[in-house]
């Protein structure tokens, strides 16, 4: 079983960043893949951005390419960060870390975190 604990949600003014942070424990997940997707209201759960454990290569939706950065912590592998520039209103939502999946359908995943929410006003 796994548990992940995300962290590092907040309200903060467009154009500025947050980092948040999602911590996996509980299985080795070495050669798996780890995501952060978000959900507006009313809105289903969007992929955002995927890393894989093994090379630490994020790939990332393009409504986030070129603000994110999704990267790996150099001795805890199994903790991720996900860096947010330049944020807009249209990132306001709560954000969830994923693990035990691949690519950037939720259905693929069968781990999640709490959620943290981000605000952008």
């Known amino acids: 079983h796994v548990q992940l604990v995300e962290s590092g949600g907040g309200l903060v003014q467009p154009g500025g960043s947050l980092t948040l942070s999602c911590v996996a424990s509980?299985?080795?997940?070495?050669?798996?893949?780890m995501a952060w997707f978000r959900q507006a209201p009313g809105k289903e759960r969007e992929g955002i951005a995927v890393?894989?454990?093994?090379?630490?290569?994020?790939?990332y939706a393009d409504s986030v390419k070129g603000r994110f950065t999704f990267s790996q912590d150099d001795t805890a592998k199994n903790t991720v960060y996900l860096q947010m520039n330049s944020l807009k209103p249209e990132d306001t939502a709560v954000y969830y870390c994923?693990?035990?999946?691949?690519?950037?359908?939720?259905?693929?995943?069968?781990?999640w975190g709490q959620g943290t929410q981000v605000t952008v006003s």
């Open positions: 994923a693990a035990d999946g691949y690519g950037l359908l939720a259905r693929r995943y069968n781990y």
């Open positions: 509980g299985a080795n997940l070495r050669h798996n893949y």
């Open positions: 890393i894989s454990l093994t090379t630490g290569s994020p790939v």
